[in-house]
């Protein structure tokens, strides 16, 4: 049984908590984060400590205290540190550039592949096939990552296509001559 939301988190120097009726608000050096959380849970912040309680040990309350504490933590983790996620370009011809905020990749269709800016993520291009996508909120990041990643995801046969910079592509073994 996880025992994520006992934990408690421990807010670093620089950083403003505000919590108003289950709605907390984190401000740092890197922005500031708002969010909502279920009017169930307790939440206390005391001597630069911020601790989430639960009323009883229900399934779904228990579920919902390691929920509200993991974002709580990705909050304050996001406008201290940020996220960052990159993405390689892998085949021949397969190319990214940077174009008004937003990206322009030749992914081997008959057309270039357009990615628009979204507010609050920052997206660069490292050596036309290295994809930087950095933000300060960790859902975010992580769905513009997905996003672009679909547009052509890594077959298994020659491994072209983009893939996350840490992730493995099992590769297939191609037709016996």
Known sequence: MSRVGNKLIN????VEIIVNNNVVTVKGPKGTLTK???NDLTIKLENDILTVERPNDLPTMRAI?????????????????????????VGVGYRAAEKNNG???????????????????????EKNTTIHIEGIEKDVVGQV?????????????KGKGVKYSDEIVRRKEGKKS
């Open 11 to 14: 807010v670093p120097t620089g």
């Open 36 to 38: 909502e959380f279920s």
């Open 65 to 89: 205290h390691g929920t509200t504490r993991a974002l709580i933590n990705n909050m304050v983790v996001g406008v201290t540190e940020g996220f960052k996620k990159t993405l390689n370009l």
């Open 145 to 157: 990552a997905a996003e672009i990643r679909s547009n052509r995801e890594p077959e298994p046969y």
């Open 103 to 125: 990206l322009e990749m030749a992914l081997g269709f008959s057309h270039p592949v357009i990615i628009d800016a979204v507010s609050g993520i920052k997206m660069t291009v």
